[in-house]
């Protein structure tokens, strides 16, 4: 069976429906094949389990830019709630606010622990490796070494599985840049008296210091499942249970020629004139026929999987925090979710709590391949071992895994990137990438829809004519929407921001 369409959209996450909403919305022919059976929103969708809603992990919406604003209230008008904001850091048995709270700090790491930081930060400072090439050298730079061996090394070591000396400095530039030791000390000591006050309006926002954000009542995937129905009101085509196994391209005749697998296997065949794809760039690059010569580049990018252990428990212990990083390296868990503290509609009974243990792995490794019974166990036994809920308590449990969840920034990763992308642009003029695996770069989900807003415009106007490439976690965007938008893509804000 064949469909045709003017433009197919592979993969129905944030930057998928993004590209198809608008483009529908303007009365274009589009198409959306998702792979999964069931549900749209990729790594943004809530997953429900017996009446219990949680994330895959953890969605604030806030945003920089007005028009990503905007386009969330279009699509969801009426099912946001404010959220106060709260992470801490737990690190050998104590608990760090995060943001810093400076005299919290020094009374949790102790005299002698506190002043060796500041000196390794200072001998950093005054002698810094030049042209820093890995994570730990960027790091080591901006905050001295005892600092990195305490908040950075383990929990970005858990984050990649890899070691710090192998993950490249431009991880570090893109999700920490311009956090100013000195500046997170000083807000810090306002923060502890109780002094700091709110940034004027139309001030600077800094995004990691927000205190509160937007979030959807029941979980980030409200939006996407209502992305979907609107999509289809306006005349689009959203099919799931569709893997896509091979894309061709006539260069005579400008169509892209699509097929896709279902789970029964049988097959369908679809031809358009345009491709956004938001499929990982190693699977998108193996599909395509004849396989591109930059086929091996594609290939060589890796990816981080991740899985959460959600544990419902009859608990009255309750915490304010929306997730707590988990630095101490005598646990395997990464970060906690507290899914009542993302929206108490997230948890059906209030007698009860749900918690969401997050394990960063490999797919095929050993904590991927093993048994749900086991993984409960495992999160059973370390959230006992935090001191969060009583293993005891526990009623229930669900596991989700999550494939491709972070694309691998290594030290090849951007030279592997540049070819691919070189190639693809020049050879196929009508295939356009978006999204966080579709660019293999680490966007949030705002980022990754401003990637499709700007796609669709390159669309209808039929040229390049924003290069979203440029779109990354730090861009300052313009208040005057898509349009503005180029201008401002080149002009960066330096901003703290967690790593992952």
């Known amino acids: ?43 943004s969708r809530t997953v429900s389990h017996n009446g219990y809603l949680f994330d895959i992990g953890g969605h604030r919406f806030f945003s920089k830019s007005q028009a990503v604003v905007d386009l969330w209230d279009e699509i969801l008008p009426n099912d946001f709630i404010e959220r106060p904001r709260l992470s801490r850091i737990y690190y050998r048995g104590r608990y760090y606010a995060y943001p810093l709270k400076a005299f ?28 820093p090439k890995t994570f730990h050298a960027w790091v080591r730079n901006q905050f001295g070494e005892r600092l990195f061996a305490i908040f950075f090394k383990t929990y970005t070591e858990k984050v990649w599985g890899m070691s710090c000396d192998a993950i490249s400095a431009d991880w570090a530039a893109q999700r920490i840049k311009g956090l100013d030791l000195g500046a997170a000390i000083r807000d810090g000591i306002k923060r502890s008296l109780g002094l700091r006050k709110r940034a004027p309006a139309g001030g600077p926002v800094i995004k990691t210091l927000i205190e509160s954000f937007r979030y959807p009542r029941r979980g980030p995937g409200m939006m996407w499942e209502a992305a979907a129905a609107k999509i289809e009101a306006q005349g689009g085509h ?69 899985l959460t252990v959600a544990l419902i428990a009859k608990s009255d212990k309750n915490f304010p925090d929306n997730w707590i990083y988990i630095h101490d390296p005598s646990v395997k868990v990464g970060r906690v979710q507290n899914f009542r503290s993302w929206s108490p509609e997230m948890v059906p009974d209030a007698d009860h709590t749900c918690l969401g243990l997050e394990y960063f792995c490999f797919e095929g490794d050993g904590l991927w391949n093993a048994d749900d019974a086991e993984l409960v166990e495992l999160a059973k036994r370390e959230i006992g071992q935090i001191g969060l809920i009583d293993p005891a308590d526990v009623v229930d449990a669900c596991v989700v895994r999550q494939p491709k969840a972070y694309p691998v920034y290594d030290e ?38 401003m990637t499709a807003m700007l796609t669709v415009e390159n669309i209808l106007c039929g040229r390049r004519r924003h290069d979203v490439w440029r779109v990354n976690e730090d861009a300052e965007y313009t208040e005057a929407g898509v349009s503005g938008a180029e201008a401002a893509l080149g002009s960066e804000r330096l901003v703290p921001r967690k790593v992952a």
């Not at 978006?434 to 680490?442: D, F, P």
Request: glycine fraction near 8%.
């Open 1 to 43: 069976m064949s469909h045709h369409t003017e433009t197919l959209v592979i993969g129905a996450g944030p930057a998928g429906l993004t590209a198809a909403y608008l483009l529908s919305k303007k009365g274009r022919s589009v198409t959306v094949l998702e792979r999964d059976p069931a549900q749209v929103g990729g790594i």
């Open 104 to 131: 919290e700090a020094l009374r949790n790491l102790g005299v002698f622990t506190s002043a060796a930081c500041v000196a390794s930060y200072l001998y950093a400072r005054l002698r810094p490796i030049e042209e």
């Open 238 to 306: 959203l099919r799931l249970d569709r893997s896509v196994d091979s894309l061709s391209y006539d260069a005579g005749t400008g169509i892209w020629t699509v097929a896709a697998r279902r789970a029964d296997g049988s097959r369908e065949t679809f031809t358009a004139r345009n491709v956004i794809s938001s499929a990982p760039v190693r699977e998108l690059v193996d599909a395509i026929r004849p396989r591109p010569l930059s086929t091996f580049n594609a290939r060589a990018l890796k990816y981080r999987d991740f």
């Open 412 to 449: 090849e990763y951007a030279g592997h990137v540049v070819t691919v992308r070189r190639e693809l642009e020049r050879d196929f003029p009508t295939l356009h990438l978006v999204g966080r695996n579709g660019m293999h770069k680490y966007n949030n989900q705002d980022h990754a829809m």
